[in-house]
T-cell receptor, first 114, second 114 residues
Framework: AQSVTQPDIHITVSEGASLELRCNYS??????LFWYVQSPGQGLQLLLK??????LVQGIKGFEAEFKRSQSSFNLRKPSVHWSDAAEYFC????????????FGTGTRLLVSP | GAVVSQHPSWVICKSGTSVKIECRSL??????MFWYRQFPKQSLMLMAT?????????EQGVEKDKFLINHASLTLSTLTVTSAHPEDSSFYIC??????????FGSGTRLTVV
């Protein structure tokens, strides 16, 4: 079945350490790809998006993501995590061109330890 | 740019009453609005898609008569939870596609039915 997979439910990272959150999708065509962050009780904030072109995408708050077609992945990275990065992160996909409904991954909760 | 304003942020209502949630696009025209429901520590579940001037499209398993969606103008979409019951308590979020920004989300509404 077509889906978006975030294999890690929880990740704990020490402050200042690097971070990588994984996202895989199972759609045939190259979809539109997004990463969102959600703080408790809040809406979602867009970190970055990929539509086409350069496969390394820079986003806000020092985040970047790399689209790898061969692996059907769009992993999110940050070189140095700050305590304020603790939140829920969602990968989302629009399976085909055009702005149709988003398909969300199950989310990864990031915990930052001192 | 591309801000969606969602109100109220939280609401407590008595069982059997109805509650209306509004989402307004402040600086762009939203011909489409997506409505999501989110249970604690879970991902977003798409409930329905509203389109200005036409009937909403509901996802499988979502009760149309319970969750009334109206998209009265290019800047306003509303979700009314009718005859609310405790099991309707949840976090509801709207989202609109905005070409440059991807999808923009409202800040969410925490509904508690007592």
């Amino acid at each position: 079945a077509q889906s978006v997979t975030q294999p890690d439910i929880h990740i704990t990272v020490s402050e200042g350490a690097s971070l990588e959150l994984r996202c895989n999708y199972s759609y045939g065509a190259t979809p539109y790809l997004f990463w969102y962050v959600q703080s408790p009780g809040q809406g979602l904030q867009l970190l970055l998006k990929y539509f086409s072109g350069d496969t390394l995408v820079q986003g806000i708050k020092g985040f970047e993501a790399e689209f790898k077609r061969s692996q059907s992945s769009f992993n999110l990275r940050k070189p140095s995590v700050h305590w304020s990065d603790a939140a829920e992160y969602f990968c989302a996909v629009v399976p085909s061109p055009g702005f149709q409904k988003l398909v969300f991954g199950t989310g990864t909760r990031l915990l930052v330890s001192p | 740019g591309a801000v969606v304003s969602q109100h109220p942020s939280w609401v407590i209502c008595k069982s059997g009453t109805s509650v209306k949630i509004e989402c307004r696009s402040l600086d762009f025209q939203a011909t489409t609005m997506f409505w999501y429901r989110q249970f604690p520590k879970q991902s977003l579940m798409l409930m329905a898609t509203s389109n200005e001037g036409s009937k909403a499209t509901y996802e499988q398993g979502v009760e149309k008569d319970k969750f009334l969606i109206n998209h009265a103008s290019l800047t306003l979409s509303t979700l009314t939870v009718t005859s609310a019951h405790p099991e309707d308590s949840s976090f509801y979020i709207c989202s609109a596609p905005a070409v440059v920004y991807g999808y923009t989300f409202g800040s969410g509404t925490r509904l508690t039915v007592v």
